[in-house]
């Protein structure tokens, strides 16, 4: 009979609780912000190297990460509160069938979400946001990281478990890796082998990779158990109750994607507005719009006098442009 690795006792259970706050609370914090330097590093290299297009190619993308995000979470978290609670139990069989099981189900949405992004790109990217200008960087940075989802969610739900397991510094340091690697890559793919949006998204990537081979490393040295093949085996009743567990993580991880393309969605109904509708007190029209210049800064008026903006003007004051060399009309006329 394999022994189980049963006197190795969580930390949970034996460290007072300010100490273990401050065991794996700060561990956490700082996973979390290194994580973050993935999108920050990209979209600063992006922008010094390939311009805004390319910074709003990568927002274009950005969503499909998060969607990944959310579910890993999911599952990874869900793992680690059903692994505590069966520690907390002693049932170290269920304990070790529920990390399999998380692992097992994370493997087969990561590759599934992978693999509709990637067939479905086109439209996806366009539901994102991604404009004609935008459309190339995005498919050529969407197409790279769509490949490197599953070593984006792997780790992170793995990492979640790892935690739990109690070994918040190794979850950290597989994820600070993947970060340095993202930083240092990035520059040498845009700027020397000047790669633009796809060597950024390669760095990224590499990085994701790293940080897998760490997480799944893990997998073999569990303090609380040794892993075997039978974790693996699918049971319907744990991974309901995994995927229960880790719920509200998804929601709000989720949550932030519907912010996201609210937020985008009424900043560009507030441009629209502004542009038809904002009002200047000083000026002798009602309105003034985006690109008319204020009276008291340019007492000459339009700059471009053939802008759509001074046809405008001229429409609000009972004129409007006919043909080339006919002048204008009144057109109450």
Same mark, same amino acid.
């Given at each position: 009979?394999?022994?189980?690795?049963?006197?190795?006792?969580?930390?949970?259970?034996?460290?007072?609780?300010?100490?273990?706050?401050?065991?794996?609370? %700060?561990?956490? /914090?700082?996973?979390? @912000?290194?994580?973050?330097?993935?999108?920050?590093? #990209?979209? &600063?290299?992006?922008?010094? *190297?390939?311009?805004?297009?390319?910074?709003?190619?990568?927002?274009?993308?950005?969503?499909?990460?998060?969607?990944?995000?959310?579910?890993?979470?999911?599952?990874?978290?869900?793992?680690?509160?059903?692994?505590?609670?069966?520690?907390?139990?002693?049932?170290?069989?269920?304990?070790?069938?529920?990390?399999?099981?998380?692992?097992?189900? %994370?493997?087969? /949405?990561?590759?599934? @979400?992978?693999?509709?992004?990637?067939?479905?790109? #086109?439209? &996806?990217?366009?539901?994102? *946001?991604?404009?004609?200008?935008?459309?190339?960087?995005?498919?050529?940075?969407?197409?790279?990281?769509?490949?490197?989802?599953?070593?984006?969610?792997?780790?992170?739900?793995?990492?979640?478990?790892?935690?739990?397991?109690?070994?918040?510094?190794?979850?950290?340091?597989?994820?600070?890796?993947?970060?340095?690697?993202?930083?240092?890559?990035?520059?040498?793919?845009?700027?020397?082998?000047?790669?633009?949006?796809?060597?950024?998204?390669?760095?990224?990537?590499?990085?994701?990779?790293?940080?897998?081979?760490?997480?799944?490393?893990?997998?073999?040295?569990?303090?609380?158990?040794?892993?075997?093949?039978?974790?693996?085996?699918?049971?319907?009743?744990?991974?309901?109750?995994?995927?229960?567990?880790?719920?509200?993580?998804?929601?709000?991880?989720?949550?932030?994607?519907?912010?996201?393309?609210?937020?985008?969605?009424?900043?560009?109904?507030?441009?629209?507005?502004?542009?038809?509708?904002?009002?200047?007190?000083?000026?002798?029209?009602?309105?003034?719009?985006?690109?008319?210049?204020?009276?008291?800064?340019?007492?000459?008026?339009?700059?471009?006098?053939?802008?759509?903006?001074?046809?405008?003007?001229?429409?609000?004051?009972?004129?409007?442009?006919?043909?080339?060399?006919?002048?204008?009309?009144?057109?109450?006329?």
């Amino acid at each position: 009979m394999e022994k189980e690795v049963a006197e190795a006792k969580s930390p949970f259970a034996t460290e007072p609780i300010g100490r273990l706050i401050l065991k794996f609370a %700060v561990p956490c /914090v700082i996973s979390l @912000l290194v994580n973050s330097l993935y999108n920050i590093v #990209d979209q &600063i290299f992006i922008g010094w *190297g390939v311009g805004y297009l390319g910074n709003g190619a990568t927002n274009a993308v950005f969503p499909i990460t998060i969607v990944a995000l959310a579910l890993c979470l999911m599952i990874g978290d869900g793992g680690a509160v059903y692994l505590s609670l069966k520690l907390g139990e002693g049932d170290i069989a269920s304990a070790k069938r529920g990390v399999g099981n998380a692992i097992v189900m %994370v493997v087969a /949405v990561s590759i599934v @979400l992978a693999a509709v992004f990637l067939i479905f790109i #086109d439209p &996806i990217l366009k539901l994102f *946001g991604a404009t004609d200008a935008l459309w190339d960087y995005a498919l050529q940075y969407g197409t790279i990281i769509g490949f490197g989802l599953p070593f984006m969610m792997i780790p992170g739900a793995i990492n979640s478990m790892i935690r739990a397991d109690g070994s918040p510094k190794y979850a950290m340091m597989s994820m600070a890796l993947g970060a340095v690697l993202n930083t240092i890559l990035d520059p040498v793919f845009i700027f020397i082998f000047h790669m633009g949006v796809q060597g950024a998204a390669i760095a990224t990537v590499i990085g994701q990779v790293a940080t897998f081979i760490m997480a799944v490393t893990y997998l073999f040295r569990f303090k609380t158990f040794r892993i075997d093949r039978t974790a693996f085996v699918l049971k319907a009743k744990t991974c309901v109750t995994v995927l229960s567990l880790g719920i509200s993580s998804f929601i709000t991880q989720f949550a932030i994607t519907i912010v996201m393309a609210l937020t985008n969605n009424l900043f560009g109904f507030l441009r629209r507005f502004v542009r038809l509708r904002f009002r200047n007190p000083h000026d002798g029209h009602r309105y003034r719009h985006e690109g008319q210049p204020d009276p008291h800064l340019h007492p000459g008026g339009y700059r471009r006098r053939g802008s759509a903006d001074h046809r405008l003007q001229l429409w609000r004051q009972g004129f409007y442009p006919c043909e080339k060399g006919a002048g204008h009309r009144d057109r109450s006329l």
